[in-house]
């Protein structure tokens, strides 16, 4: 039997491949994230966001969440040159 992984567990996977912090998140957040579909872990950004950018929303709707994860790492690493920078300000970037 093979269980299907959330959208937001497969970023957050994908995610700490890239960098070993989610500063800005709590417990109960991440957990949160954890279990939930595209549009449950867009909705979870958004209340830590009123401006999430909209290429952000774009990237994670249409994109698989390693591929968001690779993509969100990469321009967040440009902009700011840091090798570990949290999710919070990673999406206040791009």
């Not at 960098?19 to 998140?25: A, E, I, K, N």
């Not at 929303?57 to 949290?86: F, K, N, T, W």
């Amino acid at each position: 039997m093979t269980v299907e992984r959330t959208y937001g567990s497969r970023f957050l996977d994908a995610w700490k491949r890239y960098s070993t912090t989610l500063g800005s998140f709590d417990y109960a957040v991440i957990q949160r994230m954890k279990a939930a579909e595209r549009e449950e872990f867009l909705a979870l950004l958004r209340e830590r966001s009123r401006s999430l950018p909209y290429a952000t929303i774009q990237l994670i709707r249409e994109c698989d969440p390693e591929e968001a994860a690779r993509v969100m790492h990469a321009q967040a690493m440009q902009a700011s040159g840091s090798a570990d920078i949290s999710l919070w300000i990673l999406l206040a970037l791009t």
